[in-house]
């Protein structure tokens, strides 16, 4: 599944309603930890496409089991999300200091994740990450740790 995202902060929050409704269609409340901890991971992705690269992208979701995927058993699934936009130029993780309200999305994926990174994708690149349905991460959003979040 796939949704094509124009360089525009207001995507974030399409992408986010996008992303809960494949949630749900998948059998994944709303209301779960897993559902919150995607749904956090795809807007720091798509938020880090919109804002540092001023391209369009591409948000990728893939749910095992669901449309056409090769069913597994729930706790052997992995929920994949990936953004691929044009810009060549790496991911790069900051340390944000103090108030500051920006640099701390890669250490959020990080923390959330149980896998991420990125690939050079044509002329461009894809970042992704992988959450473990069986994960703790999964199963406790509490996760976040000292990082603040605000929503965008």
């Known amino acids: 599944m796939q949704l094509e995202i124009r360089p525009d902060p207001a995507e974030v929050g399409r992408a986010r309603r996008w992303a ?3 949630l749900a269609g998948s059998g994944i409340g709303a209301d779960e930890p897993l559902a919150e901890t995607l749904i956090l991971l795809v807007s720091e992705l798509v938020t880090n496409a919109v804002v540092h690269t001023g391209c369009p992208a591409v948000l990728r979701l893939s749910l095992p089991g ?11 699934a992995t929920v994949r999300l990936e953004v691929a936009d044009a810009s060549a130029r790496p991911p790069r993780p900051r340390c944000a200091d103090g ?6 999305g890669l250490a959020l994926v990080d923390g959330l994740a149980d896998r991420w990174g990125w690939n050079a994708d044509g ?7 992988e959450v473990d349905r069986c994960s703790p991460g999964a199963a406790a959003p509490s996760a976040y740790g000292d990082l603040a979040y605000e929503a965008v």
């Open 20 to 22: 809960r409704s494949r």
């Open 66 to 76: 669901v449309t056409g995927e090769e069913p597994v058993e729930e706790s052997a």
């Open 99 to 104: 108030d500051e309200t920006n640099g701390r």
């Open 123 to 129: 002329a461009g690149k894809s970042i992704w990450c």
